[in-house]
C-alpha cells in the first residue's frame, strides 16, 4: 500500500487490523514515507521493513484494503490473506504506456480550455503534453534519478510550446504550458500530504509535501529555463 500511494494512517489501519484479529493482541504500527515498523502489544520484538520505491496505483490500494477487510470480518483466514496479497503485488495492473500518453493528450488539452486557453491551440497542447508525459515516463525508466524527470519534461514542453507559436502553429505560450504540465502535477501526493496532516501524521504529511512541493518547483524550473533561454 505504501508504494502504491496510500495514505499513513490507512496503512497503519489496515496492519493493526490484521495484526488485532490474529494474534487477539493490539497491534501497534508507525509509519513513515520510507519504512514501517510494525509490533504487538506486550510482544518482544519489532519488525521493520523499508520502502525503498513509491509511485501511485491506487486500484492495488483499493484491493489491498477489501482483503484486509474479509479477513477482519473472518471471511478468508491468513494463508489466503498472504497467498491473494502475493497476487494483488504480482499483479502488473498499470495501464499500458501509450494509453497513459493518450490519456495525458487528452487531459492537456482539455485543462488548457479550463484555463482559458484559446481553442486553435487544442490539438497542440494535447500533441505536446502527449509529448511531455513521454519524455517524463521515459526518463523515469532510464535515468531513476527523482525530480530530474520532472525538470526534462517541463523543459521539453516548454521548448515545443515556444516553437509551436514561433513558426505560427500556436496562439498561447503561456495556455499551451498550462494544459501540458497539467499531467506532472502531484495532485495525488498533495492530497494525501493534507489528509495525512489532518489525521496527526505530522512527520508523513510534511514529508509527502515536501516531496510535491519539489516535484511543482523543477517542473516550474524547467519551464524557467526554456524562457531564459529562448524567449
Partial sequence: MMESGAEMYRVEDTMNRIATVES????????TPTGIFMAIEGGSSVKLQQIPSRSINLERVSKVNDLSREFSAQKIDLPTLSTRLKQVENENDFFPIWLQIIAAAVVSGTLMILFGGAWPDFI????????GFAVYYYSNEFLKVKFLAEFFAAFVIGLLAIATVSIGWGVSVDGMIIGSVMPLVPGVPITNSVRDLLAGHLLSGMARGTEALITACMIGIGIAVVFQMFY
Fill in 124 to 131: 497542440q497542447s494535447c500533441i505536446i503534453g502527449a509529448i
Fill in 24 to 31: 487477539g493482541k493490539k497491534g501497534i504500527s508507525f509509519v
